[in-house]
């Protein structure tokens, strides 16, 4: 049986332009209604959703939507995530079902399709966007889906959610540098565009505000997620603080990547992360204990996040979290201490 | 339906004695016997072969075990590669089904049971070890498999394969160096235990034989792949050529994480990587372009070798390729390269 894309890479037209054939044809045009629907018979397609009634109920699979990066970037605890996943949902008899689709609101035919076939049964969503369309599509179509991340910007969550309390992973990191002695902590961040950038940016202004230390141009936007770009702005904050004789002490970067910016302009001045300025990352990926120092990181509890998406989306009973509760999971990520932040 | 190692979890035992409790029980004590035999009826686990009359033919799904590591080791292309995996699948109307199964041939009772269950039709077998067991475990049991990667050390190949022509990568290299002037290069490599990395090294040998450039001494093997080994290695090879008069001015490295630690120590010390000496990395991670000087990569061909699985796997018509055809797939890799080898 062929699948929408397959049918839409043979008409020439997009998935979407598919689903229209099949449940808006008025709005396509004469032609590309003709040229799809030959398609969709050549190809014997049936977007038939007694389908269900085809594959056995014995294995239920989840649906995770592999996300394709531009290149130079990449979701560095991705093998982790994959692996917790796939573990949690094989303790509930079920598997993991890898797809490709279009990013955005473009891609949603694909999973409509996956499902009208009940080749998943609901979906796991990660790499959520500011404004990320797919929850609220999803939940229109009665899809069921849980997020790995909140849409940002939006009062209410559209629907089941796992996330890690990303400001309070940043709170803790400068709580850290302060109590090994630092007072003037810098925090290195991505643009304003990003959700999750603002929410780890206001667990370093609040906490610093807490305990009383300046935080006046203290916080740099990268504009990427760039090594070059970490020590580019920490030059920057160095050369500021020299230069105004208050000089720099702490810096809480808000990924592992800037961090490790961070940690080669210090070699590059001479200057030894641990000792003359603590220094944090966060994700607490691979890279963390690859370098020297090691990197002071805040790792992501991976396995209790795949654990709870896994229980919210097929309704087993999880852990209790009194903070949280219902189907919202706020979880607390951990500082890993190394010689970035506490040499010896 | 109980899954194998849902039976496994229950009785408190490996999926190897579950195993041994259908096909071999004799090999069991009796306490134990009796015990997954609880589990088998409790769970209502069916390890029946003809299983395959449940599932509808509509959707293959091809199996992938995700790997797990051992923390402060990663593989950087991982999420490009399943990227790839699903899209060459679904080309063929197919999808990917994740699992997870303990190492070595302790997971083979995990493959066996997805396959006899008929939850998936085969399997890509990638992170291929030296004498890894799971192929000719495999072929033995007539399970349809494909292979990322050779089984080094062993004369013939137990099944098709896809693999990139590591010491042409390493080949291409030393002759890009040479051709930018470089005329005493050197090559970081990993522990002789590896087939891969002996492979690799013996195309930077030879070809520094052909260019008539020395070797001898030029050959580090770092017992881990972490920056900090390729930064020491390094060192010792600069103060080794400081000594002796003869500066090392080219270094081949044989993974992008001990490039990275080679251009620590070439900044460390003041030098430019691109100027004074050239540097290469193999994978072109998306590191490569975080760095600057950007790095200089050997990059696998990532969509193409999906491709080539795919299709040896499921027997759909391939590119043909003269230099190998059948069941092999030798591909070229392809020298991305940057500013640490070729300034401006």
Chains 1, 2 share one sequence.
């Not at 009208?116 to 899809?143: C, N, Y």
């Not at 002490?249 to 603590?278: N, P, Q, Y």
């Not at 709870?308 to 607390?332: N, V």
């Amino acid at each position: 049986m062929a699948t929408l894309k397959q049918v839409a890479a043979h008409a020439d037209v997009s998935v979407q332009t598919v689903s229209n054939a099949l449940n808006a044809p008025h709005r396509l045009k004469p032609d590309t209604l003709r040229r799809v629907t030959r398609s969709i018979e050549l190809l014997n397609y049936k977007p038939n959703r007694n389908a269900r009634s085809l594959r056995t109920s014995a294995v239920e699979l989840i649906g995770y939507c592999v996300p394709s990066w531009p290149h130079g970037q990449t979701h560095l605890v991705m093998d982790q995530f994959l692996h917790a996943l796939c573990t949690a949902a094989e303790r509930t008899g079920r598997h993991i079902l890898l797809f490709t689709a279009p990013t955005g609101i473009d891609g949603m035919p694909v999973y409509d399709d996956l499902h009208a076939r009940r080749l998943v049964d609901g979906f796991v969503l990660s790499q959520t966007e500011t404004h990320d369309p797919r929850h609220g599509w999803l939940k229109e179509q009665r899809i069921p889906f849980v997020s790995f991340g909140r849409v940002w910007k939006e009062t209410t969550q559209p629907g089941p959610y796992v996330d890690v309390d990303g400001a309070a992973g940043c709170a803790t990191a400068v709580r850290h540098l302060y109590e090994t002695g630092r007072r003037r902590i810098a925090f290195l961040s991505w643009p304003r565009t990003s959700g999750l950038a603002e929410d780890r940016l206001a667990g370093w202004r609040t906490t610093c505000k807490e305990l009383e230390l300046p935080t006046k141009d203290l916080a740099i936007r990268c504009p990427e997620d760039m090594i070059d770009e970490g020590a580019r702005a920490t030059a920057k904050l160095l050369d500021a603080g020299l230069e105004a004789g208050t000089p720099v002490d702490g810096i809480v970067a808000i990924s592992d990547i800037l961090a490790l910016g961070a940690l080669r302009e210090l070699t590059a001045r001479g200057l030894t992360a641990g000792v003359e300025v603590g220094v944090t990352g966060f994700d607490d990926s691979p890279l963390a204990s690859v370098v020297s120092p090691a990197l002071t990181s805040v790792r992501q509890p991976i396995d209790r996040i795949a654990t709870e998406l896994i229980a919210l989306l097929t309704d087993s009973p999880a852990p209790a979290d009194p903070a949280t509760g219902g189907t919202e999971r706020l979880l607390q990520p951990e500082l890993v201490i190394r010689g970035s932040s506490a040499p010896g």
